[in-house]
């Protein structure tokens, strides 16, 4: 089951409120060691951090100590967890180039249901062990920017094309966005097709034109914010992120360093040339000492099909040549830091 509290959970045991800004609730618990949080387990991110965990980009993405299984809501120990981890990381090596054709993102479908000593069911879930990267900090501020120039992968495109059906729904939602949206033609038929919408989508936010957009922000003094799905131009966005950084002056020439470093580093990892990296955000956090972003959310970045060795990340999209613009993100990023700097 899945408990919904608006975006935020104070977790026993830590002296801070854990802030999550995107994704399910349920996929995320506090670790077994502090400074430590349980993701749910995506193989295709599992074999990211692996690979990450040996690439230059190593300091940009949250520490990764392992896998681990555990039953529903039963609190981890940390010996339990450190038997889990050894035994699970014997048996999760494989997965990546094999999940290439059909990832679909989806979390829930790794529970395996094992009977206990009692013969009673148990269900269990397997999990990323992460660093935490709110435990260095105090009261921390965090913005979620999801980079990319699309947010869903090119086999997600293509599987919405199989059978196009006419969708009202989609219809509805598009033109409670924008009722000029539609074309005559799907105003007529009263729906729009799936992929028609995927497109659209991608457009009323900042990501299809700046490369990246918020998904939300929590400031240290009022609660979180995901209200930002049509935040698109750069005035908007950038306004946003003025809000994020406002009273804590040292923090947007820390998020500049950084992210300019992140930058340098991208292009040097060979991670990075050999994946198209879909739908991962990167993380900015700051409180009133120290300000540090990273690269988190490696659930649909795949590595490239074996015909391409490797994608520029800042070229234009066409269906087929698998670029993120990950890059263009970056860099209307630091664009906007260096103005906010230079105010
Ligand atoms: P979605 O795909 O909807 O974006 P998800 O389930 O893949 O969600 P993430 O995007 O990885 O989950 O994380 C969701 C949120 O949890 C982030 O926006 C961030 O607030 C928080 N979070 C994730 N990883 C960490 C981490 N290592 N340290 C601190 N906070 C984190
Ligand atoms: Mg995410
Ligand atoms: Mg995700």
Redesign the pocket.
């Known amino acids: 089951i899945v408990h919904w509290t608006p975006f935020f959970q104070t977790y026993k045991k830590q002296r801070y409120p854990w802030?999550?800004?995107?994704?399910?609730q349920g996929?995320?618990r506090p670790g077994p060691e502090p400074g430590t949080?349980l993701?749910k387990l995506c193989p295709q991110e599992e074999a990211c951090f692996q690979l990450l965990m040996h690439d230059v980009l190593r300091p940009y993405v949250?520490r990764y100590l392992g896998a681990l299984e555990l039953r529903s809501e039963e609190p981890p120990t940390k010996v339990e967890a450190v038997a889990a981890a050894v035994e699970a990381s014997q048996t999760a090596t494989d997965n990546h180039k094999n999940n290439n054709v059909n990832n679909n993102?989806n979390?829930n479908n790794n529970n395996n249901n094992n009977s206990n000593s009692n013969g009673a069911t148990a269900c269990k879930d397997s999990y990323l062990q992460?660093?935490?990267?709110?435990a260095d900090f105090d009261q921390p501020c965090?913005m979620?920017c999801?980079v990319g120039v699309r947010t869903y992968l090119e086999s997600e495109l293509a599987k919405a094309k199989e059978r196009p059906k006419l969708r009202k729904d989609m219809y509805e939602k598009m033109v409670q966005v924008d009722p000029t949206a539609p074309s005559d033609e799907e105003r007529r038929l009263q729906g729009v097709t799936k992929p028609r919408y995927m497109v659209w989508r991608e457009t009323i936010s900042s990501t299809a034109t700046l490369g990246f957009r918020v998904?939300?922000i929590k400031l240290a003094k009022s609660g979180s914010s995901k209200d930002f799905k049509t935040t698109r131009t750069r005035q908007q966005v950038m306004d946003a992120i003025r809000r994020f950084v406002e009273g804590y002056p040292h923090a947007a020439g820390k998020y500049l360093q950084r992210l300019q470093a992140i930058r340098a580093t991208l292009r040097a990892s060979s991670f990075f040339a050999g994946h198209e990296v879909v739908?991962s955000?990167l993380?900015f956090v700051h409180d009133d000492r120290a300000a540090g972003v990273w690269m988190?959310?490696f659930?649909k970045t795949l590595p490239l099909p074996e015909h391409l060795e490797r994608i520029r990340h800042d070229a234009v999209w066409q269906v087929g040549n698998h670029e993120d613009g990950y890059l263009i993100g970056v860099n209307n990023l630091i664009d906007i830091f260096k103005e906010i700097v230079g105010d």
């Open positions: 802030v999550q800004l995107a994704g399910h996929n995320f949080i993701k949250p993102n979390n992460l660093q935490d990267l709110l965090v979620d999801k998904e939300g739908g955000s993380l988190i959310d659930a």
